[in-house]
């Protein structure tokens, strides 16, 4: 039987090429790494498909991978766009913007694998997940919170980890 192996890449090197196979027709699968876009995508067991994009594709509601104004690279939602200026907001984050330039967005997110199950971001369930999760903006700071503590209380109970 073969041994699964794993390498690791610098996010650096491993997004540029990314952006390049994107730039080439293809699309690219990534798992997710980071808590920002808690809790529809979590770290390191939910997936993205990202593909390329058009200029009208770059609106509110549409998950990006970007660089930001600080050299940074995110994947994270469009919550507002005036003209080339582009801002992105985590949806686990419950503040805190970046911005960027549809020249500085590197894919679309296309599809998200959601323990096991794909969501097209086009497909009905998704559009509704995302309008919400927009509009509940002030809202977020107490579901996150709560959100949070089950996450936690799941954790301890698993692991049996003691509150200190």
């Not at 009208?56 to 003209?83: K, N, S």
């Not at 086009?122 to 996150?144: E, Q």
Request: hydrophobic content about 40%; some cysteine; overall charge positive.
């Amino acid at each position: 039987m073969k041994e699964k192996r794993t390498i690791s890449i610098p996010n650096e090197i491993l997004l540029q090429e990314t952006a390049q196979l994107i730039a080439e027709g293809h699309t690219v699968t990534h798992t997710v790494r980071g808590n920002s876009m808690n809790p529809f995508l979590v770290d390191r067991r939910d997936q993205v498909v990202l593909a390329s994009f058009t200029d009208e594709q770059l609106c509110p509601g549409a998950f990006v991978l970007a660089r930001d104004t600080y050299g940074r690279i995110v994947l994270h939602r469009i919550i507002a766009r005036e003209g080339n200026q582009i801002t992105l907001m985590g949806d686990g984050n419950i503040a805190g913007t970046e911005q960027t330039t549809p020249a500085d967005v590197m894919g679309l997110v296309i599809q998200m694998i959601r323990k096991g199950k794909t969501y097209r971001c086009d497909g009905r369930t998704w559009k509704i997940y995302s309008r919400i999760w927009l509009c509940i903006c002030p809202a977020r700071r107490i579901l996150l919170g709560a959100w949070r503590r089950i996450l936690l209380g799941a954790w301890r109970r698993i692991f049996k980890i003691h509150a200190i």
